[in-house]
Every structure is written in C-alpha cells, then in structure tokens.
C-alpha cells in the first residue's frame, strides 16, 4: 500500500517534470525560427496543462487544468472565441444531455431494472452470466455514452450476483464476474458514436480542424468501429473465461433471488424515461433519415424529462459532474488553440518526417502505432491530451503518407480504454472503489488488462485483412 504522503510527493515531482521544460521553453525559444513566440508560449502552456490533467498535483480537479490553459491562452494573445470554441461544438451540447440521460437511468431505477431483467433471461452458469452481462453493456450504451453511469448501475448488480453465489472475494469467479461486468459497461459502447464518450470527444476534435469539420457522422464512426469493439468484446469475454476459469458452479438459487428483486411494477418516471430513451437511440440511427442533428434530439430529450418532472431543478447543478464538462469542453478547444499559436503546422514538422519508416505499409503503420500507444497510456492516463495533441496533425499525415484519419479513431479508443493496471482506467479505479472488498485481485486484473491486449491486438489485425 502506497503512504498517501508518498503519492502526493510523486505527484508532485511529476509535476515538476511538466513544469521544468515549459519554463526553459518560455525563456528560451529552442524551437525559433520555425515556431513564434506565441507558439513557443502555448507549447508551454500545453505542458503544464497536460501535467496538471495527469499527474493531478494537490489533488486539483481537471476543470482546473481547463482553466489554467484558458487563462494561458488568453494572456498569449489568443481570440476568446477560439480558446473558447471547444463550449460551442456541437460534441460538447450532445456529450451534456447525454450524461443527464445517465443521471435518470440511475435517479429512476430503470437501469438497474434493465440490468437484473437481462440477467434473470438466462440459465444459472458463468457463460450465461457473461453473455448477461454483454447484453446488458450493449443496451445501457444505448442509452447513455456515459461511461460512468453503466459502471454505476452494474457494478452493484455484479456484487450482488457474487455474494448471493457465496463466492470467496479473492477467487477467480468473483474477479470473473466483477471485470466482465466492468468491462461490457466500458467496451461495447464505442462501436457506435454516442456508445461511449470517446465518441463525442473524438468528434469534437475532428470538428475542430477544418479538413476534418464534417468527417465524423454516425454511420463513419461505425465503419471504423464497430467491427473492432465487437470483435474485441467477443474474444475478451471468450477468453477472459479461460484465462479466469472459475473453480466453483453458480447455484441457481442465485438466479430465483434476483427474478424477485426485479419483478416490482415499472413506475411512472420509468416508463417515461424508457419512451424518451428509445425515441433518442432511434433518432440516432436513423439520422440519415431526417437529418436532424444529434445535439438537438439530445437537448429535446432533457427538456422532455424536465418538463415531465424526472428531472428535477436541481439535478442542473447535481445531475452531472461539471467538473468534467469544462475538463472535455477544454480539451475539445485544445486543436483551435494549437492551430491559432501555429503550434500544429510545427508539429507537423516534427510528427510527419518521424512517421515515415513505418508509412509505407498501412498494416506496419497500424501495429506499431497500436503498440506505441498502448504504452504511451502508462504516462498519460487521461489519454485525451494525446488525442487533442495528435488528431490537429492527422490531415498532414494524410497528405504525406495516405494515411485515413478514421484508422486513427479504433488505435485511439482501444489504447484509451486499456487496463493493465487500475490506475490507468478511471472507470477501472471507480468501480473498486465501489465493489470494496468485492472487488478483482490486482493480479486478476492484470491478467484480463492482458487478455484485452490481445484481444484488441487480433481485432486490429482481422479488420487489416479483412
């Protein structure tokens, strides 16, 4: 166990790690001639930013870093309108409804009905508990990108499934059905564009820089999505229950305890939040239909539930973290800013000519990006800085090399979702903290972090070929 004075002084001195660079960058201008002196302020403004997201010093929360880059960019000369442009995307006005969808799925019950309904369809065994457990990720992703929500609303159910099987808290099974569960509220989602938040934040980026303004709808995220996440969570499940064989059997009893706690009648607010939420998902699918964009049918559905009562006026300042509205609203920005400072036509510069020994074979390209990344996401665990810092320069890479910026999207989420320790998974930490002594053996994490390398690793190659 790591003394909490000890990881507050290496945060610290992580910190300092940003900090040092930025401040010999300011002073001393070592990127001149081919970058200004604004640019060579907002590289020294990125960096404490990013160091402030990821190494979190004072325990400060992220919309503090959003601000510090804010208050940055403006005192280096750049427009409001651009250090602001992340509030006023698109994403961000789709991402805030959305999370409020969260909120009711959790305020009502109904996603914890969902959640038990789905279960108790199946037969009392691991594989069925698991395929449970994918149907149940895939309909919550349906309804919610939030992330946070269906960790909140499973991860319950999943304690609730070991300790009614009487299983040990250290053995396989628990650590089974605990990380299967984590891990359906993670994956599937990102198959589609608003499964998951990475999809709204990726878009937001692509929005931001104008060769790519219009690229990401929801039929372009799927074709460089959904085969990946469903591949990937199909060979996680699979092999996740070889790699954690459980040593007992479920009891059926555990089955019939279940179907008496979900058979309670739906409520008003349920019913109401089941049609709003249903109406919503299909306005998605069919978006190229009615051409109706999806931040409004988003902010239709929350007028809908506040006007119906489901929403209460203080679930505005409750209902969902601000904290993390400014945080994404600030990374959403990050591309307009570099751009402005002339900080990405120089990254250019520097990425583009560094990529070209593995530019020549797409497959290449892939395997060692996917592989660069994945480590990259031991350092940066926010993983959003990365994106924010690389997406701006995927245009420049397509010119040089022909490389299509949606090959990024699959690498970025696959790596951002990654989990070999908890401390790189945000979601991976909040669910510990909320199945306590419930809660996966770090060493069973790691093995099923593994697995989900692998599993990832065989998607990237089957969709090359395929």
Not at 45 to 57: A, C, D, H, K, N
Not at 186 to 208: D, E, K
Not at 355 to 372: D, N, T
Not at 408 to 437: C, D, E, H, R
Request: hydrophobic share 55%.
């Amino acid at each position: 166990m790591i003394n909490p004075k000890h990881l507050s002084n290496l945060k610290h001195a992580g910190f300092a790690i940003f900090v040092l660079p930025a401040l010999w960058i300011i002073f001393a201008s070592p990127f001149a001639p081919g970058l200004s002196s604004q640019g060579h302020m907002m590289v020294s403004g990125m960096l404490i930013t990013i160091g402030l997201w990821v190494m979190r010093p004072l325990n400060l929360p992220l919309s503090i870093g959003g601000l510090f880059l804010a208050c940055f960019s403006l005192l280096a000369g750049l427009k409001p309108a651009t250090v602001f442009s992340g509030f006023t995307q698109p994403a961000i006005w789709t991402l805030i409804p959305a999370l409020f969808f969260g909120t009711v799925l959790h305020k009502t019950g109904l996603g914890k009905r969902i959640a038990l309904r789905v279960i108790c369809l199946f037969r009392p065994s691991y594989p069925s508990l698991i395929a449970a457990w994918a149907v149940i990720g895939v309909v919550l992703s349906a309804f919610t990108p939030s992330i946070t929500v269906r960790i909140a609303i499973m991860t319950p159910v999943a304690v609730q499934c070991c300790e009614l099987c009487e299983l040990k808290k250290n053995s396989k099974g628990n650590s089974l059905i605990m990380l299967t569960a984590f891990a359906m509220a993670l994956l599937p989602g990102g198959g589609w564009l608003t499964g998951s938040l990475w999809g709204p934040i990726i878009q937001g980026m692509f929005g931001a820089v104008p060769e790519m303004a219009n690229l990401l709808q929801f039929h372009t995220w799927s074709s460089a999505m959904l085969a990946p996440m469903v591949l990937t969570s199909l060979l996680l499940v699979v092999a996740g229950c070889f790699a954690l064989r459980p040593e007992d059997k479920l009891s059926a009893v555990v089955f019939e305890s279940l179907r008496a706690k979900e058979k309670t009648r739906l409520s008003r607010d349920e019913k109401s939040s089941a049609v709003i939420l249903l109406l919503v998902f299909a306005f998605f699918i069919t978006g190229r239909l009615h051409s109706l964009p999806d931040a409004a049918v988003c902010l239709a559905a929350v007028v809908a539930f506040f006007a119906l009562g489901v929403l209460k006026p203080d679930d505005i300042s409750t209902g969902i973290s601000w904290d993390t509205v400014v945080y994404i609203s600030m990374s959403l920005g990050l591309g307009a800013i570099l751009t402005e400072a002339g900080v990405s036509n120089w990254l250019s510069g520097v990425i583009v000519p560094a990529l070209r020994p593995i530019a020549g074979s797409e497959a290449l390209f892939i395997l060692v990006m996917f592989l660069i990344l994945h480590l990259w996401h031991f350092i940066d665990i926010a993983f959003i800085p990365t994106m924010a810092v690389l997406i701006p320069v995927l245009p420049a890479i397509n010119a040089a090399y022909g490389i299509d910026p949606l090959i990024w999207i699959p690498l970025f989420v696959m790596a951002g979702n990654s989990f070999f320790m908890a401390y790189q998974n945000m979601w991976a930490v909040m669910a510990t903290k909320i199945a306590g002594t419930r809660s996966w053996q770090p060493k069973h994490l790691a093995i099923y972090g593994a697995v989900y390398f692998v599993a990832c690793l065989i998607a990237a190659v089957a969709c090359l070929i395929i």
